[in-house]
């Protein structure tokens, strides 16, 4: 007669023929490289000292800005479109602008922080005044 709490015979040995030594120093060799990995991530993150904003208007460079020196810009091209981007130490926004749609404005900041997750990643774009803004950001050694 089994009892229902008593082992089954034969399980811990197929256990212990799976779980052998090779297998457990991979498994420890795999996670150990998962954490180098991740240590690495983590500290080749962007900065901020070093990063800066490019603004350029129908193709052309119009400024560029150190996040280190936080202000706004104010873009008035010769059909009176208007773009004000506002730069701050850690990123940049579309403050206000003249087009109809208003996209560039509701795309939100993009910082050294959110760049990698955004839908357009470092970029704010108005078409119709074909104005874009381009976070650079510099990686720590």
Do not use: H
């Amino acid at each position: 007669m089994m009892y229902p709490c008593a082992p089954v015979p034969g399980k811990m040995d197929k256990f212990r023929s799976i779980m052998n030594r090779k297998n457990i120093l991979l498994i420890i060799a795999v996670l150990v490289v998962a954490v180098l990995l991740l240590c690495v991530a983590c500290f080749t993150r962007p900065t901020a000292e070093e990063s800066q904003v490019v603004i350029t208007v129908a193709g052309k460079e119009y400024a560029r800005v150190p996040l280190s020196q936080p202000g706004q810009v104010t873009i008035t091209q010769e059909d009176g479109s208007v773009n004000v981007v506002e730069i701050t130490e850690k990123g940049a926004v579309m403050a206000y602008s003249t087009c109809g749609n208003q996209l560039c404005v509701d795309m939100g900041e993009v910082t050294v922080d959110n760049w990698e997750w955004r839908p357009n990643q470092q970029f704010i774009i108005c078409l119709p005044n074909q104005v874009s803004v381009e976070l650079v950001v510099s990686q720590e050694p």
